[in-house]
């Protein structure tokens, strides 16, 4: 069993920081690709970062510049630090990771249970 934990959501004005914390824990052999999503009310869920094994990044335009993605591949432990928060950052952020849970297995998408940010003064 694989499990993924976010953590680090809150409440925050604009133009203030929160720093995400995403741990993995269980069966696990390697992992792939890791991700955030976020997803708010009546929105479609979307990409807000991507990190692969070999710490490569990926930023769509509209958090480029504010948002940091991370990992800790000795922990399984990723990070999103969000800087410069507007309202329309408001939303349910999941991490996600792909990950294979035995040698010669496949990879497999897996996802946190997402933790609320909302941006508001």
């Known amino acids: 069993q694989v499990q993924l934990v976010e953590s680090g959501g809150g409440l925050v004005q604009p133009g203030g920081s929160l720093r995400l914390s995403c741990a993995v824990s269980g069966r696990i052999f390697s992992i792939g690709d890791m991700g955030w999503y976020r997803q708010a009310p009546g929105n479609q869920r979307e990409l807000v970062a991507r990190i692969n094994s070999g710490a490569s990044t990926t930023y769509p335009t509209s958090v480029k510049g504010r948002f940091t993605i991370s990992r800790d591949n000795a922990k399984n432990t990723m990070f999103l630090q969000m800087n410069s928060l507007q309202p329309e950052d408001t939303a349910v952020y999941y991490c996600?990771?792909?990950?294979?849970?035995?040698?010669?297995?496949?990879?497999?998408?897996?996802w946190g249970q997402g933790t609320q940010v909302t941006v508001s003064s």
């Open positions: 996600n990771a792909v990950i294979r849970t035995k040698y010669g297995g496949a990879y497999r998408d897996y």
